[in-house]
Nanobody
């Protein structure tokens, strides 16, 4: 099983980035995919979640209206479009997969991609 994040970079405040997370080794189409982040000196927090067929999406209050989560089950990839970035968005962003059904149990994590927003 692998979750590989990419797209992190150094960007100026107000800029945009698109993160990608490509999965392998499990049935991506049946997974709830989430983005978490951990900023310097902070605990890991949930940023966004999207269910298996994109029927439900949710965001933390801190990113709602600026970030958009999407997925392409054909290429086993979930995306996080981040607009109007702020310095407080600086963090390592992690991809997470959990089953979107009650008869499986797994909790997969990627290694993260670093986003730095300069003021």
């Amino acid at each position: 099983v692998q979750l590989v994040e990419s797209g992190g970079d150094l960007v100026q405040s107000g800029g945009s980035l698109r993160l990608s997370c490509t999965a392998s080794g499990f049935n991506f189409g049946n997974a709830i995919m989430s983005w978490y982040r951990q900023g310097p000196g902070k605990e890991r927090e949930l940023v966004s979640v999207i269910t298996s067929f994109s029927g439900y999406r949710n965001y933390s209050d801190s990113v709602r209206g600026r970030f958009t989560v999407s997925r392409d089950n054909g290429v086993n990839t979930v995306y996080l479009q981040m607009n109007s970035l702020k310095p407080e968005d600086t963090a390592i962003y992690y991809c997470n997969a959990k089953p979107d059904n009650p008869w499986q149990a797994y909790d997969y994590w990627g290694r993260g991609t670093r986003v730095t927003v300069s003021s």
